[in-house]
């Protein structure tokens, strides 16, 4: 008797079970959102070479710059996920060491050494210009486009002055990345 009200109500437990609807098999979809604002970024920047111009006879016959056989560009990665300007919205003379300094002579003065800056930035054919004094504070061009994507600028330089001495000579030119 225990074996049949065992096995019956085995039996009734097993088709309940196997009977019943499946509560347990469903699915929802879980949505993810994001909003990735425009960037644009900078990578660490390759200084370009200055080499001395001499179109013309004499030691003082032409700039120094980055375009003359021996010069190099700077250069300088930027990627973007959007369209952007850019611009050169600076260009100045940093410091000077002279190559042969005589004794107890007094550092240069801080307008030294003069003269006149043209920078140049250009990237996927496109190109934008500055002009100004070496101290800085000249004039920008109209800016240039970026694309959205990952692109070298090549920056150039010349530098005109009118007595360059033999020294080392540093300058800086400042791009801006403008929306």
């Known amino acids: 008797m225990i074996r049949r009200f065992l096995l019956t109500s085995g039996l009734m437990l097993a088709s309940a079970v196997a009977f019943s609807p499946k509560a347990f098999a469903q699915s929802v979809d879980v949505p993810f959102q994001g909003n990735i ?3 644009c970024s900078f990578a660490a920047p ?5 080499v001395y111009s001499q179109p013309g006879a004499g030691p003082t016959a032409g ?3 980055s375009d003359a056989p021996g010069g190099v560009s700077g250069q300088v990665d930027v990627s973007c996920n959007t369209g952007a300007s850019l611009r050169i919205s600076n260009a100045r003379f940093v410091s000077f060491t002279p190559t042969n300094p005589l004794p107890g002579n007094p550092p240069p003065p801080p307008d030294f050494p003069g003269g006149f800056l043209e920078a140049r930035a250009r990237s996927l054919g496109n190109e934008t210009y500055y002009n100004g004094p070496s101290q800085g504070g000249g004039f920008p061009g109209s800016p240039m486009f970026l694309a959205p994507t990952n692109q070298t600028v090549e920056v150039d330089l010349a ?3 009118l007595a360059p001495l033999a020294g080392t000579y540093e300058y800086a030119v400042t791009l801006t990345i403008v929306p």
């Open 37 to 39: 604002g425009p960037q």
């Open 46 to 50: 390759i200084p370009g070479t200055l």
């Open 63 to 65: 700039p120094i710059t």
């Open 159 to 161: 530098v005109t002055q």
